[in-house]
T-cell receptor, first 111, second 113 residues
Framework: KNEVEQSPQNLTAQEGEFITINCSYS?????LHWLQQHPGGGIVSLFM???GKKKHGRLIATINIQEKHSSLHITASHPRDSAVYIC?????????????FGKGTKLSVKP | DTEVTQTPKHLVMGMTNKKSLKCEQH?????MYWYKQKAKKPPELMFV???????INESVPSRFSPECPNSSLLNLHLHALQPEDSALYLC????????????FGSGTQLSVL
């Protein structure tokens, strides 16, 4: 069992739908990153959070430390949101930069 | 300037070639990273350079060697690679360490023939 699990693996939505991607982890963490990767490779950091909730535009990320669970929500989804979304945990006490990555969620938003 | 610049974007090399990948940032970040990503897999950490100290993932073969000429540059030298080394190589940086926002370059798509 991976230390960081994401669900679903694949997600297809219609434009305008509310989307939720989940991330569960089994190790103690200092923080958790949500990353977006478009076809072609470039990765964009969406959020880095260690508690509570963060919002940026149509994106919302939450984390529940007690339940070891984080969610990424996209409101009013748009085809340009189509990408792979990856959560990555910063292992508490682990070596610097050695993030524990989830396997990613491939999101396709249809017009 | 909030960019991490990687060059080249694409590289094709033979198994006997020597090449280098370059990564540069001018954000004053003190931590820089090289990751390897195979298709449909998450990135894997290869090297970390933080506060002038290089940390190595011991599973990385010696045919990959990092070099940090200064705090803004992190190069990855490639020598005698194997076809299985074909992958996307991503560079990233952060202000101090992994508990900071990460900035990624657009990657170098490497093919080893």
């Amino acid at each position: 069992k991976n230390e960081v699990e994401q669900s679903p693996q694949n997600l297809t939505a219609q434009e305008g739908e509310f989307i939720t991607i989940n991330c569960s982890y089994s190790v103690g963490i200092s923080a958790l990153h949500w990353l977006q990767q478009h076809p072609g490779g470039g990765i964009v950091s969406l959020f880095m959070l260690s508690s509570g909730k963060k919002k940026h535009g149509r994106l919302i990320a939450t984390i529940n430390i007690q339940e070891k669970h984080s969610s990424l929500h996209i409101t009013a989804s748009h085809p340009r949101d189509s990408a792979v979304y990856i959560c990555a945990a910063v292992n508490y006490g682990g070596s610097q930069g050695n993030l524990i990555f989830g396997k990613g969620t491939k999101l396709s938003v249809k017009p | 300037d909030t960019e991490v610049t990687q060059t080249p974007k694409h590289l094709v090399m033979g198994m006997t070639n020597k090449k280098s990948l370059k990564c540069e940032q001018h954000m004053g970040h003190r931590a820089m990273y090289w990751y390897k990503q195979k298709a449909k897999k998450p990135p894997e950490l290869m090297f970390v350079y933080s506060y002038e100290k290089l940390s190595i993932n011991e599973s990385v073969p010696s045919r990959f060697s990092p070099e940090c000429p200064n705090s803004s540059l992190l190069n990855l030298h490639l020598h005698a690679l194997q076809p299985e080394d074909s992958a996307l190589y991503l560079c990233a940086s952060s202000l101090l360490g992994a508990v900071e926002k990460l900035f990624f370059g657009s990657g170098t798509q490497l093919s080893v023939l």
